[in-house]
């Protein structure tokens, strides 16, 4: 009853068609119809040892895991639901896809020991632009599943970068370095903090971001969850 009750708020609010092939949700759908949830590209990362996402990090970082919910191609229907998220003022289809990789992740242990949520900043003036932040949201469905608490506002981004999308590697890890502050690192002095991404492509960001935590106090542990993997 209440269940319902609050779906028929939600869809006030919020547009009734699935985000990915735009055909009608039903009540008890939010964001992506059931068949559109089933097939979306989810990589199972955590399932298997050392997956692309730790690869890809490994030797740049010290990390405890990482993993991402799903391969993200740039022309396939699927990223409009990045899209629509960072563009089109949709902070619902964040928050429903953090509950989603929660589901997903805390099966095979992967909070374990985990003491805050932490998502990567945007810079004061693209957080005014957009109206949030799309990784917080993300932050708060994994809060909502996993009960572990999100700390917004624990690292700041000090620079305003461009776009990194046309960008090679090298370029967007200049592009990004040292411009991140942890605010009161001995506000988490021994803890492990789990690190939230929208899209990996070349973990520049992450990278940058993981930094800042594990220079301010060596004592930091990081583990990193992005909703999807470019390819
Ligand atoms: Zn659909």
């Not at 305003?160 to 592009?175: F, G, I, L």
Request: aromatic share 10%; hydrophobic share 35%.
């Amino acid at each position: 009853m209440i269940r319902s009750l609050f779906s028929h708020i939600f869809h006030l609010f919020y547009p009734d068609n699935c985000v990915v092939c735009g055909g009608q949700l039903r009540m008890s759908e939010r964001v992506m119809c059931s068949a559109c949830l089933i097939d979306i590209p989810r990589i199972y990362f955590h399932n298997t040892e050392r997956n692309p996402l730790e690869e890809l990090l490994w030797g740049q970082i010290p990390y405890v895991r990482a993993s991402s919910l799903f391969y993200y191609f740039k022309d396939n229907t699927y990223s409009s639901l990045i899209y629509d998220l960072k563009y089109k003022n949709r902070p619902d289809i964040g928050v429903f896809l953090g509950e989603l990789c929660a589901d997903e992740l805390s099966a095979s242990g992967f909070f374990e020991d985990i003491d805050y949520i932490v998502p990567i900043p945007l810079h004061r003036k693209r957080l005014r632009s957009r109206g949030y932040n799309q990784s917080e949201k993300i932050a708060e469905g994994l809060s909502v599943y996993s009960g572990i608490p999100v700390l917004p506002k624990l690292i700041k981004r000090t620079v305003h970068t461009q776009t990194q999308t046309q960008k090679n590697k090298e370029e967007r890890m200049r592009n990004v370095s040292n411009i991140f502050k942890v605010t009161r690192p001995q506000q988490v002095h021994n803890k492990h903090i789990l690190v939230i991404d929208d899209i990996i492509t070349t973990g520049a960001t992450t990278i940058s971001c993981t930094q800042s935590l594990i220079e301010a106090d060596s004592s930091i542990k990081v583990s990193i969850v992005s909703l999807g993997l470019a390819r």
